[in-house]
Every structure is written in structure tokens, then in C-alpha cells.
T-cell receptor, first 111, second 115 residues
Framework: GENVEQHPSTLSVQEGDSAVIKCTYSDSASNYFPWYKQELGKGPQLIID?????GEKKDQRIAVTLNKTAKHFSLHITETQPEDSAVYFCAASYEGQNFVFGPGTRLSVLP | DTEVTQTPKHLVMGMTNKKSLKCEQHMGHRAMYWYKQKAKKPPELMFV???????INESVPSRFSPECPNSSLLNLHLHALQPEDSALYLC??????????????FGAGSRLTVL
């Protein structure tokens, strides 16, 4: 079955700097890759996703890149703000079925 | 309405109690999910209902019993739980439980403590 690894497990950046979180997946059939942000006491919220027919997607300060050959995808957050502090989970799935989540990255943005 | 609403937000129960967690969505989604999340871990899939029928049961103990009364509601009935069942229980929904890319929308979760 699918296995998703995520690095780093914790990440601290200064406000205004960029943050990058990387995930690798094992099943080459996976074709949908969402990223979720989970703030303390809340459920995960989708922040961006990418499908395998696209190499990059951007939404304001957030971007995701996908390398199908290497089977890895990354989340890029630019101009980080304190409200970006949260736990971020990547996930992989085939056709939006059977999501497998990465172990999570705790991002701290220091003022 | 783009929300998944879960009640209660917090629940404390003894090992002999019977309680239920409730989840509601009005987005017209036809697939609904229960996930369990332990501290500092990712969500783990428990059950999936697609078009009101149980389609996935990830070998969850029988002390957890899901129910989908209609396409907008999802319940999780709890009975004779163990302290290790203490966790955040997340409900999610997606547009289509069949083939096709789904976007999961999560609720805020129900924090369960079993004494």
C-alpha cells in the first residue's frame, strides 16, 4: 500500500522567511496530493492541492510542486506570518480515494 | 454552507458508558468519513460511508459503531471504550465517494476522553 514520508517533523522560521516542507510517496498510481493545515484545537483544513497532471500550483503565498518521477511533492510558504504557525500534513491518494497522510510538520513562525 | 459540524466538542465517558458522536454537513456531499487522531499523529481512517452505505471499515473494534441515517448525518456510537480510545475524532465529507478526485472537508473534531 501507499506510504507517505514527510520532512522535517518540526520547522522554525523567522517571520518573513520562507518555509519548505517535503513529502515522498511510494505508490506511483497516486495522483492527487492535498496539503492540510491543522491549528490547535481545530480539524485539518485544506490549503492547497495538486493533481498529477500538473507540476506546480500557486495560491498567493502558498505553492506546491510535484515531481512524479521522483515521487515527491513540496509545500512552499513565502513571507511567513505568525498565523502560519500550525501542523501541516501532506497526503497522497489515487483518484481521491483512500487518503494516506504524512506524519506531519509542526511549523513555528517566530516574530 | 461549507462546513462540517461535529458535536459534542468535548466528551468524557467511563468505560461502561454508551455515548454518540454526531456529524452534519449540508454541502450535498455523498461520502462521509470518521477519522481518529491521536496527539501529534496524522488522522487515521476508521470508516467511510458512500451514498449512505458503509464502504470502508478499517478493522475498527466493534465498540465503535457507525451509522449514517441520511446523506447529511453521520453518527459514531461508542460503547465499552478503553482509555486508549481517548483521541480527537474527526468527521469529514467529500463530494463523491466513488471514482474521481475528492476534496476532504474536515470538521473541528470531538475530543474524547475515556476514564
Amino acid at each position: 500500500g501507499e506510504n507517505v514520508e514527510q520532512h522535517p517533523s518540526t520547522l522554525s522560521v523567522q517571520e518573513g522567511d520562507s518555509a519548505v516542507i517535503k513529502c515522498t510517496y511510494s505508490d506511483s498510481a497516486s495522483n492527487y496530493f492535498p496539503w492540510y493545515k491543522q491549528e490547535l484545537g481545530k480539524g485539518p483544513q485544506l490549503i492547497i492541492d495538486i493533481r498529477s497532471n500538473v507540476g506546480e500550483k500557486k495560491d498567493q503565498r502558498i505553492a506546491v510542486t510535484l515531481n512524479k518521477t521522483a515521487k515527491h511533492f513540496s509545500l512552499h510558504i513565502t513571507e511567513t506570518q505568525p498565523e502560519d504557525s500550525a501542523v501541516y500534513f501532506c497526503a497522497a491518494s489515487y483518484e481521491g480515494q483512500n487518503f494516506v497522510f504524512g506524519p506531519g510538520t509542526r511549523l513555528s513562525v517566530l516574530p | 454552507d461549507t462546513e462540517v459540524t461535529q458535536t459534542p466538542k468535548h466528551l468524557v465517558m467511563g468505560m461502561t458508558n454508551k455515548k454518540s458522536l454526531k456529524c452534519e454537513q449540508h454541502m450535498g456531499h455523498r461520502a462521509m468519513y470518521w477519522y481518529k487522531q491521536k496527539a501529534k499523529k496524522p488522522p487515521e481512517l476508521m470508516f467511510v460511508y458512500s451514498y449512505e452505505k458503509l464502504s470502508i471499515n478499517e478493522s475498527v473494534p466493534s465498540r465503535f459503531s457507525p451509522e449514517c441515517p441520511n446523506s447529511s448525518l453521520l453518527n459514531l456510537h461508542l460503547h465499552a471504550l478503553q482509555p486508549e480510545d481517548s483521541a480527537l475524532y474527526l468527521c469529514a465529507s467529500s463530494q463523491d465517494g466513488g471514482t474521481g478526485a475528492n476534496v476532504l472537508t474536515f470538521g473541528a473534531g470531538s475530543r474524547l476522553t475515556v476514564l
